[in-house]
């Protein structure tokens, strides 16, 4: 009765991290195409930085940066376009710090909603035709919740 309950037990946990597995797939292609699609959008010829992890994050600043040596945040602070295309190295350098990772989420957390919210919000502007104050606040979101982005992406024509 024990072997057969832990094949039954093993056959179960395979299961279960078989889809987690495709789940997680499902989701990187999901994330991958969206963004792909807005950068081609764009008129950003390295649009297949998508499928790169943090790539992405490169490739959608370096797309609404246009080559322009500094980058308005928020049209209200002025920074080196470098640090706009690299703010995700921050995150990355931060986790690796004797720090309360408690607080490391949160600095983590208002880097992505400034950063890459307003990645987003210059995105949505241009894709859209509006202004960067109108996409703020989606923008801010999105970058709390990215999956906001890829629904609106992928709905692109």
């Excluded at 040596?69 to 640090?83: A, D, G, Q, R, T």
């Amino acid at each position: 009765m024990d072997f057969i309950t832990g094949i039954f037990g093993l056959g179960l946990g395979l299961g279960v991290i078989l889809v987690c597995l495709a789940i997680i797939v499902a989701i990187y292609v999901f994330y991958g195409l969206s963004h792909m699609k807005a950068l081609k959008a764009l008129g950003y010829d390295k649009a297949w930085l998508a499928w790169i992890p943090y790539g992405v994050y490169f490739g959608c600043a370096d797309a609404v940066s246009q080559n322009e040596e500094n980058v308005m945040l928020f049209n209200k602070f002025s920074i080196p376009s470098i640090v706009f295309k690299l703010w995700w190295v921050l995150p990355i350098v931060i986790s690796f710090l004797p720090l309360n990772a408690s607080l490391i989420n949160i600095v983590n957390r208002v880097l992505y909603i400034i950063f890459l919210g307003c990645t987003y919000a210059k995105m949505y502007a241009r894709i859209e035709g509006k202004t960067e104050e109108d996409t703020q606040v989606l923008g801010c979101v999105s970058g709390f919740l990215p999956i906001i982005a890829a629904c609106k992406f992928i709905g692109l024509k």
